[in-house]
């Protein structure tokens, strides 16, 4: 978003879609960080608060509003900032992805989910090894959720190729940011987890609990888990914390490994002055040239 600001001051209207996979879900407002309203009135943002935590969203549906809201932004001779730590998601934009090819079914998708319930994930990744191993060797198989759906899709159409994908067909900018210091990255991590407490992940994690089944994907946002724990009175506020920071530190490093195996045009580590300011740069440049020509 800072970015998107940049972009504004340097007189290159700039639009955000976030592609975080659980900012889409209304009232998942404290534990995703999702940006305030202050935030939104001073740069447009799209692809927050689509569905109901109950509601099914895909990458797919993720795919559609975007190229509802592309033309919009375009016609507004604007530039489009796709945010978000969701590299799957990212990837189906900037790169492509066969939509036509993840069929998707909710009864198998429940068995499969029952069955990692109760058997673990370990069957399940035996299985898809034997079954699809070309989606197995495709798939983060520490990654529940992803297992579960490599096993839907290869359950309902096999293990065959996916045709080529299909990805944006404009200029694309990409820039991934990190800090190199993992100290520092640490004690930030620890600080949001603690602001997200004081600033009322509790309550909402309480109303979305009474309204909703745990056990939905829009809850596996990290922060609800330790919340329910915590009301619950398994953890205490020095449990959460630790909890939180623990699993934020461990979905970094699995950021860090996806987006060191993407195309990434610009990377820059946050904790240096001059490759933010070299960033912003190059990114303002990308702006003028992309409202120039029209693209």
């Given amino acids: 978003m800072r970015l998107a600001l940049s972009l504004r001051r340097d007189g290159t209207p700039a639009e955000v879609i976030s592609a975080d996979s659980r900012q889409v879900y209304r009232g998942t407002d404290v534990a995703t960080a999702k ?9 447009p943002h799209h692809g927050l608060d689509l569905a109901d935590p109950d509601e099914r969203f895909s990458v797919a549906d993720f795919a559609a509003h975007v190229a509802r809201v592309l033309p919009v932004i375009a016609a507004r001779r604007g530039v489009a900032v796709l945010v978000g730590g969701t590299g799957f998601w990212l990837g189906a934009i900037a790169d492509g992805m066969d939509l036509d090819a993840l069929p998707w079914d909710p009864r198998v998708r429940a068995a499969l989910e029952a069955e990692l319930a109760a058997a673990g994930l370990g069957t399940l990744v035996a299985r898809l090894r034997e079954r699809a191993p070309g ?3 495709r798939v983060d198989l520490r990654n529940p959720r992803r297992v579960v759906r490599a096993l839907e899709i290869a359950t309902l159409r096999g293990d065959g190729p996916l045709p080529a994908p299909r990805g944006y067909g404009g200029p694309v900018l990409r820039v991934s940011l990190d800090l190199a210091d993992r100290a520092t990255h640490r004690t930030w991590i620890a600080q949001r987890a603690a602001a997200q407490l004081d600033g009322g992940i509790l309550p909402e994690a309480e109303r979305l ?6 056990s939905l994907p829009a809850f596996s946002a990290i922060g609800y888990r330790e919340a329910w724990d915590l009301l619950d009175g398994r953890i205490d506020r020095a449990g959460y914390l630790a909890a939180n920071v623990a699993r934020n530190v461990a979905y970094a490093r699995r950021q860090r490994t996806w987006f060191r195996a993407a195309r990434a045009h610009v990377s820059v580590d946050v904790g240096a002055p001059a490759q933010v300011g070299t960033a912003i740069e190059q990114a303002r440049a990308f702006a003028r040239e992309t409202v120039e ?3």
Avoid at 35 to 43: C, K, M, S
Avoid at 209 to 214: D, E, G
């Fill in 293 to 295: 020509r029209g693209g």
């Fill in 35 to 43: 940006p305030t309203p202050a935030e939104r009135r001073g740069v």
């Fill in 135 to 137: 989606l197995a060797a």
């Fill in 209 to 214: 609990r009474a309204r909703y089944p745990t």
